[in-house]
């Protein structure tokens, strides 16, 4: 388990590497400027955050503010007060100090138990995250994410992918995207079908997708439903240039 402590006393940070390493399999860095530690999370973002509350006039809570939702939060803090706050942003323990190990034994294990479920659920959405398709006499299994676009050739598909060899396969385009999640693909034209998230920037008449060659085009039955989709979904992020 990944962890970082950020705490302003020197003690209570070699209390909690103390006991870290009494548990192990916990790899920890410390933090006594909270500025500095909020910092490294976001860059490493850690399993588990050890978190003072009043650190030289910085509020924990505030800082809990802005630590990511998949990191676990464990409030380390003299002042019990501060309790009911501590679990407004979503911390799964508070430890008051001083604390002992047998009490940190019980926090860090609720971290663990929730890392690994997320850990499942990941997994789990990232197995649904596939297609088996048919290239000439075996089955291919595609991860959707690879996709960059999916061009259609009669009864074959043609799937170009991201680093990966591009793939033929005898199914329609119709076929292919009732395989597909809807919300992550759109069709633009008969021949064409791309994921939204790859698409840069778009027109009337053209898609530019994030690989910044490649431009797909928009038919002209498919244009009100194309530019009404992108422009309304904020979950894509393109640009609208008006020509």
Same mark, same amino acid.
Not at 49 to 71: H, Q, T, W, Y
Not at 85 to 100: C, M, R, S, T, W
Not at 125 to 141: D, G, H
Not at 228 to 240: G, K, V
């Given at each position: 388990?990944?962890?970082?402590?950020?705490?302003?006393?020197? $003690?209570?940070?070699?209390?909690?590497?103390?006991?870290?390493?009494?548990?192990?399999?916990?790899?920890?860095?410390?933090?006594?400027?909270?500025?500095?530690?909020?910092?490294?999370?976001?860059?490493?973002?850690?399993?588990?955050?050890?978190?003072? $509350?009043?650190?030289?006039?910085? +509020?924990?809570?505030?800082?809990?503010?802005?630590?990511?939702?998949?990191?676990?939060?464990?409030?380390?803090?003299?002042?019990?007060?501060?309790?009911?706050?501590?679990?407004?942003?979503?911390?799964? @323990?508070?430890?008051?100090?001083?604390?002992?190990?047998?009490?940190?034994?019980?926090?860090?294990?609720?971290?663990?138990?929730?890392?690994?479920?997320?850990?499942?659920?990941?997994? +789990?959405?990232?197995?649904?995250?596939?297609?088996?398709?048919?290239?000439?006499?075996?089955?291919?299994?595609?991860?959707? @994410?690879?996709?960059?676009?999916?061009?259609?050739?009669?009864?074959?598909?043609? /799937?170009?992918?991201?680093?990966?060899?591009?793939?033929?396969?005898?199914?329609?385009?119709?076929?292919?995207?009732?395989?597909?999640?809807?919300? /992550?693909?759109?069709?633009?034209?008969? +021949?064409?079908?791309?994921?939204?998230?790859?698409?840069?920037?778009?027109?009337?008449?053209?898609?530019?997708?994030?690989?910044?060659?490649?431009?797909?085009? $928009?038919?002209?039955?498919?244009? @009100?439903?194309?530019?009404?989709?992108?422009?309304?979904?904020?979950?894509?992020?393109?640009?609208?240039?008006?020509?």
């Amino acid at each position: 388990m990944r962890c970082i402590a950020i705490d302003d006393e020197p $003690i209570a940070l070699a209390i909690i590497e103390e006991y870290c390493n009494r548990r192990g399999n916990m790899q920890l860095e410390t933090y006594s400027n909270p500025h500095l530690g909020l910092q490294r999370v976001m860059e490493w973002m850690p399993d588990l955050v050890f978190l003072d $509350i009043e650190m030289n006039g910085v +509020s924990g809570i505030e800082l809990a503010r802005s630590i990511p939702k998949d990191c676990c939060i464990i409030f380390t803090t003299a002042y019990a007060d501060y309790a009911l706050e501590g679990f407004e942003v979503n911390a799964i @323990d508070f430890l008051h100090k001083p604390f002992f190990y047998a009490r940190f034994e019980k926090a860090v294990a609720k971290a663990a138990e929730l890392t690994a479920m997320r850990s499942m659920m990941k997994m +789990s959405e990232s197995a649904e995250r596939k297609i088996t398709l048919k290239v000439e006499y075996k089955n291919v299994t595609v991860s959707i @994410d690879d996709i960059l676009y999916i061009e259609a050739m009669d009864n074959y598909c043609k /799937l170009y992918r991201i680093g990966k060899p591009t793939i033929i396969s005898q199914i329609s385009l119709k076929s292919l995207l009732a395989m597909l999640p809807q919300n /992550l693909f759109i069709r633009t034209h008969r +021949s064409f079908a791309v994921p939204v998230n790859r698409i840069a920037r778009f027109t009337r008449q053209q898609i530019e997708l994030t690989d910044g060659t490649t431009h797909i085009p $928009i038919g002209r039955m498919y244009s @009100d439903d194309v530019l009404r989709t992108l422009s309304n979904d904020l979950r894509c992020r393109t640009s609208y240039r008006r020509e």
